[in-house]
């Protein structure tokens, strides 16, 4: 129950800080307030924002996945490899490319579910050498020249304004607050992240639920790897450098613990909009790329500090109600002490 407080005064937080950063922006230029502005800021961050549902999952699983920038570039030169050096069908090609995502996540999930390895190691392995294999297979090389629907994909509305990868996101999104809310499996996602040992005494099958969750970050980090290609039209080695910081950052300052157990997907999402405002309004504002990227590194910070402080402090409050001796009860009038009885009455 304590903890749901903290969570809500957490969203609470977080809504005041959007309407601070709202209310900057809108002074900042008068562009900010336009339709096409507020679309742009969601469809030039979509795979980002994809990515950052399914990372909710493995952290609030006890987890954490550094891999998953270097996934989306490694599936991205799959595909565009096939393209370039084969008579693959692009449409076998895509499936491929969402299969090497896949096997990336599976990998990765095999080390830490199965050999009990720690997520941190095994997925920052897996940024090194991930993005490597990209660069490996497409060198220093620009690969483009897609087929005209898929560059369409990604780069031209699908229903009204809103481009396919949009569509996905937000029904991504609501899916995925259900799952986690809602659901028998969503449960056990918070049960092994609060204590993954007292799940597994509680007849949770942990490595299997850690196993999916890793091959399912796999899974849409190549498939966010595949859409950002569809939007940019080529792929390069190094497509969606650092890609990894803004996700991470966007799922901790939406108040999900870093140890796992805790968290909200509405968290998130108000995280999303507080992020996006943020970058929006600095590029606004015509702050180069280097500083805003110093911007969201403070702010990943402050997402891991300020929680654990604010919970340090509530524990410490409660420690010392507990510790305090009651008053005593005068209700009644006079003494109410209780007193030891005469062991040596006196005798008469």
């Not at 795979?47 to 989306?72: C, H, P, Q, R, Y």
């Not at 096997?103 to 720690?118: D, H, I, N, S, W």
């Not at 449960?187 to 597994?200: E, L």
């Not at 190549?222 to 991470?248: N, Q």
Request: with cysteine; aromatic share 8%.
């Amino acid at each position: 129950m304590r903890d749901k407080a903290l969570q809500r005064r957490w969203e609470l937080f977080l809504l005041v800080v959007l309407a601070a950063v709202f209310c900057v922006n809108v002074s900042l230029s008068e562009f900010y307030l336009r339709e096409q502005n507020f679309i742009n800021m969601f469809q030039l961050s979509i795979e980002k924002l994809i990515v950052v549902v399914i990372m909710t999952f493995v952290i609030v699983n006890g987890e954490i996945d550094l891999s998953v920038a270097s996934v989306m570039a490694f599936s991205a030169c799959v595909l565009a490899t096939l393209h370039r050096d084969t008579a693959v069908p692009f449409e076998l090609a895509v499936v491929i490319a969402l299969a090497a995502g896949v096997v990336a996540g599976l990998l990765q999930g095999a080390f830490v579910a199965l050999m009990g390895l720690p997520s941190l190691v095994v997925t920052l392995a897996g940024l090194i050498g991930f993005r490597g294999a990209g660069r490996i297979l497409v060198e220093d090389n620009s690969i483009g020249d897609f087929p005209e629907w898929f560059e369409s994909l990604g780069q031209e509305p699908l229903v009204g304004r809103f481009s396919f990868a949009l569509i996905l996101f937000a029904v991504l999104i609501v899916v995925a607050g259900i799952v986690l809310h809602r659901t028998a499996f969503g449960r056990s996602v918070f049960v092994i992240g609060n204590n993954a040992n007292v799940a597994r005494y509680s007849g949770l099958n942990v490595a299997r639920d850690k196993l999916l969750i890793m091959t399912a970050s796999g899974f849409f980090a190549g498939l966010a790897g595949v859409l950002f290609a569809s939007r940019l039209g080529s792929v390069r080695g190094d497509l969606a450098t650092g890609f990894e910081l803004d996700i991470i950052t966007i799922v901790l300052l939406g108040g999900v613990s870093i140890f796992g157990g805790s968290g909200t997907m509405v968290g998130v999402a108000l995280s999303i909009l507080v992020v996006l405002n943020i970058r929006n309004g600095l590029g606004l504002g015509n702050i180069d790329q280097n500083t805003q990227t110093g911007v969201i590194g403070v702010l990943l910070i402050l997402a891991v500090l300020v929680p654990n402080l604010v919970a340090r402090v509530a524990r410490s409050s409660q420690v010392r109600r507990v510790g305090e001796p009651s008053p005593p009860d005068h209700a009644g009038g006079g003494d109410t002490r209780q007193r030891e009885p005469d062991l040596h009455p006196t005798q008469e």
